[in-house]
Nanobody, 127 residues
Framework: QVQLVESGGGLVQAGGSLKLSCAAS????????MGWFRRAPGKEREVVGA????????YYVDSVKGRFTISRDNAKNMMYLQMHSLKTEDTAVYYC????????????????????WGQGTQVTVSS
């Protein structure tokens, strides 16, 4: 079992940057594929991106490609979401999620594929 805690959210002007962190408990972080999701006001939760066990395969939703970067540090039990060129439409609660897997090369982009979730961190981008 893993527990996830997000941090790093806040208020930023459009065009600015933020870096979110996801801290995972436990000693088997390297056995979890990870994902970042977000839920904007009045909208469904959507995937932002996902990363496989090693960090060598990463998926991004089209709307954040070229602006967001996902990474993980298995030695530190951490995952990150570096966000640049933020837009007002990036305003949302951001969640990290974990899925225990033995498939090294896979990432997962549906929220129902994940069994563990953090509490979320608010990102607000002002115009």
């Amino acid at each position: 079992q893993v527990q996830l805690v997000e941090s790093g959210g806040g208020l930023v002007q459009a065009g600015g940057s933020l870096k979110l962190s996801c801290a995972a408990s436990g000693r088997t972080f390297g056995s979890y594929a990870m994902g970042w999701f977000r839920r904007a006001p009045g909208k469904e939760r959507e995937v932002v991106g996902a990363i496989n066990l090693s960090g060598g395969r990463i998926y991004y939703v089209d709307s954040v490609k070229g602006r967001f970067t996902i990474s993980r540090d298995n030695a530190k039990n951490m995952m990150y979401l570096q966000m640049h060129s933020l837009k007002t439409e990036d305003t949302a609660v951001y969640y990290c999620a974990a899925r225990l897997t033995t498939i090294a090369g896979s990432y997962y982009i549906r929220d129902d594929e994940y069994g563990y979730w953090g509490q979320g961190t608010q990102v607000t981008v002002s115009s």
